[in-house]
């Protein structure tokens, strides 16, 4: 018998009390478990809020979406959920109301209230890892997960960015009945199930580099690269008219930045009317980016898949954090069918974020994530 029970629901009504209703009754197993839910943010949050408050009571993870995952593949304008139990699992839940106020001490603080509700766990063989959600109009995710993996140094943290289905005008967490917005909230599951933390991209460095020489590191615009004029040194290095400078080719050459020898995307959001760009990601003067170039995303995807079968045996179940930009480009390249039938050969959860979490680092164009093995 498995070690970890996992029962995935997905409803696509658009009735709050229905589609609580109907993801409660797919997923329930019993008081002890916990949920995790990925909404559509085009639901009456309100209403829904109050409905998952009032059926599936305080053990809730859950945020606001640009699409959702879940066996049944990608799906829009839908609620996808599912429900852990394990007597070898434990879930301790830390709120950020503000993240804007979080800092260094905030940090230290979350820290300690973990490590001394340890003491007292009777899981002798636990390994700790974190799931991460955040505002993902906050602009604060690469300060955050840089503090909090510096002072939770023995917990694997992964995540997204809570997204609007490309609205880009209010993004929100889950917290007692409301949806909120500059908030964040993490999970940190100890368990003696193993586990594995992921990240798989499809891009890889060129030749072309490109530095930037003015910055504001605030609001993450970029307005000088080489010296230039941002946006029409980015098209000249494409060998482009800035004129053709869209979300479609951001999405194609984002660019890379390297750290301690691993490659991390940083991706461009929009070009403004001062030919300065906006990221998605931290940037700052003096930072040397690698223009990339995208390789097979299925296969990639399915390469990360068999090797995580290869260190886990069967997986009861992931939890993933797929960037919005590659299920745009997934949708643009007709892609969609044979995607899901890779996210359907899995027990699957998640949703599209405006970012991902990963190790110490907010990065783009990432699917990043956690398997759970059975037992």
Known sequence: ?????????????????????????????????????????????KSLGTEIKKVFGERVFCCTTSGEISSAGYTKSSIVATGISSTKMKFH??????????????????????????KGSELKNAKYLGLLIIDGLSLQEDKMIALLSKYLDTVEIVGGSSADDLRFISTHIYDDGD?????????????????????????????????????????????????????????KILGIDV????????????????????????SIGKMNDDYSLTFFCAIDVGLVLTVAKGNDILNNLKSQLIEIKKELGSISLIIAFDCILRRLEVEQN?????????????????????????????????LTGIAFGNK
């Open 334 to 366: 007709n892609l969609t069918d044979e995607m899901n039938k890779i996210l359907s050969s899995e027990n699957i959860i998640g949703f599209n974020s405006y970012g991902e979490q990963c190790q110490f680092v907010h990065v783009n164009q990432t």
């Open 93 to 118: 839940r830390f709120r950020i109301n503000d993240v804007t106020d979080f800092d260094s001490e905030y940090a230290k603080k979350i820290s300690k209230e973990f490590y001394d509700l340890l």
């Open 243 to 266: 004129k053709e400078l869209d979300t479609q080719i951001f999405a194609k050459y984002p660019v890379m930045l390297n750290v301690g020898g691993n490659w991390y995307i940083r």
């Open 179 to 235: 949806f909120k917005q500059n908030s964040a909230e993490l999970l940190i599951i100890e368990t003696e199930i193993p586990f594995i933390s992921f990240k798989t991209q499809h891009f890889e460095p060129t030749e072309k580099k490109l530095v930037i020489t003015d910055a504001d590191t605030t609001t993450r615009i970029v307005y000088e690269i080489n010296g230039e004029k941002a946006a029409l040194e980015y098209a």
């Open 1 to 45: 018998m498995d070690d970890i029970i996992v029962k995935n629901g997905i409803s696509f009504s658009q009735n709050p009390v229905e589609a609580v209703s109907q993801i409660y009754k797919d997923t329930f197993i019993g008081k002890d478990q916990y949920s995790l839910i990925f909404c559509s943010s085009n639901y009456d949050l």
